[in-house]
């Protein structure tokens, strides 16, 4: 059967032939990654000034350069891109960091090559239920929905709620039905359906089957199959008044339990943003970001602990975070534009837009190896 995968990695990448790329893969991988280290200058340092926005497509076990064909490597760039375009050109026309994020991130979510909106996971009852936040740094204004089935883009539901109710998180049919109230644009489930993501599901009821079989580790692992990334999107924006804002959106884990809900739509969790301090995004383990309070303890150590962006965000990535027994990553902005991503996960997908118009896209390990 051709997959939707495999649809919208061949329309990409007949658009995108010369997609911007901050590294190729021809050199061998263990020079690529001593290459990037030295690039980074170490932990806990930024990895880029001048940025105005950041997106993320997911942290997990990242694309294998040996085993990700030039159409997959162009989409899947096209796909950070084309995210990252769409808020440039709200911030290009004056418009502000929300409504920047708010762009970026619907792109991401109209793009089945990522989990969220149309590529989103199955739940354990082969069902779709989506989350997604955004929060304003200047007010610390936020809004978010969680479990919603019916919603094509819940980045903008997220944002109505943030704009016109009283409320920060509203959820399953409740959510649903203010969204389709207040006219976004409604879908039923099989709008979410890729067989890419029932593959993932039919793997992972797999493993669940040879775990209680007692079958060995690498037969189950071969059995779930191979799930480059966990596909959380996210962006951070800082605009041309100097405000922050963040956003998060996700399908959350396969095979999840029906009425999970992971950290994505937490404000605190998956997405924080303060004027004057940071905007971050996260992706990885939910449960632990929403024990870790990941994002909110960034803008923490900032403000009250005084450390730089890289500092506090490789503080709480790289050492609390996996004492808890989870990985990811986080996009983390400044507002003097001081910009890192960094990830204790193998690998995560991320793209960045600098003041001056430069799209720099990351995919491979080489180009954003594991922080230590």
Known sequence: MTTVFAAAVALTASLTSAVPSSAGTSAPEAERVAARSAERGGPGQPEAHD???????????????????????????????????????????????VAAVEAAVRVLEDNALFNAGKGAVFTADAGHELDASIMRGSDQAAGAVAGVRSVRNPISAARLVMDRTRHVLLAGE??????????????????????RRWDQL????????????????????????????????????LDGRRHLAAATSTGGMTNKMPGRVGDSPLIGAGTY?????????????????????????IAHLMEYSRLGVAQAAHQVLIKQLPQLGGDGGVIALDGKGTFDAPHSSPGMLYGYLTRDGRIITKIFPSESPANE
Do not use: C, N
């Open 51 to 97: 940025v105005v926005l950041a997106v993320h497509g997911g942290a997990g076990t990242a694309l294998d350069p040996d085993h990700t064909s030039p159409a997959e490597e162009r989409a899947y760039r096209a796909g950070l891109t084309d995210a990252l375009r769409a808020g440039q050109r709200v911030l290009r026309r004056g418009g502000d960091s």
């Open 174 to 195: 409740g959510a649903d039905d203010f969204a389709a109230r207040t006219g976004l644009p409604t879908v039923t489930q099989d709008y979410y359906w890729t067989q």
């Open 202 to 237: 039919m793997a992972a009821k797999e493993k669940e089957r040879g775990a209680r079989d007692g079958r060995g580790g690498d037969e189950v692992a071969r059995a779930e199959g191979a799930d480059s990334t966990k596909g959380t999107v996210g962006a951070v924006a």
């Open 273 to 297: 943003a303060k004027d004057g301090t940071v905007a971050a995004s996260a992706t990885g383990h939910g449960e632990v970001f929403i024990r870790g309070a990941a994002t909110a303890t």
